[in-house]
């Protein structure tokens, strides 16, 4: 135990004075940061993607369905009630 004590791997607790071992974690913020860039990367092209058949395909356009909708329901009730 003197080998472990003397690479720092386990400190002495302040509080009971007892050896309590160091706790080493694997999150860095260093690999999480190009993680993010990727995902907001990805996110945008995405995006892009989307406007892009939005602007060529006008019948997904959702403003442009309800229109048609609203007009289908206003040509049906003219017909009921002419």
Not at 53 to 65: G, I, M, N, Q, Y
Request: aromatic share 10%; charged share 30%.
């Amino acid at each position: 135990m003197s080998d472990l004590s003397k690479d720092n791997e386990y400190i002495l607790c302040p509080i009971c004075r007892g050896n309590a071992a160091k706790v080493f974690s694997n999150f860095n913020w260093h690999h999480q940061t190009p993680n993010f860039v990727k995902f907001q990367e990805s996110a945008d092209e995405k995006m892009h993607y989307a406007e892009k058949r939005l602007s060529e395909d006008k019948s997904l356009d959702p403003v442009a369905w309800l229109e048609k909708v609203k007009t289908a329901n206003l040509a049906e009730k003219a017909v009921k009630s002419g």
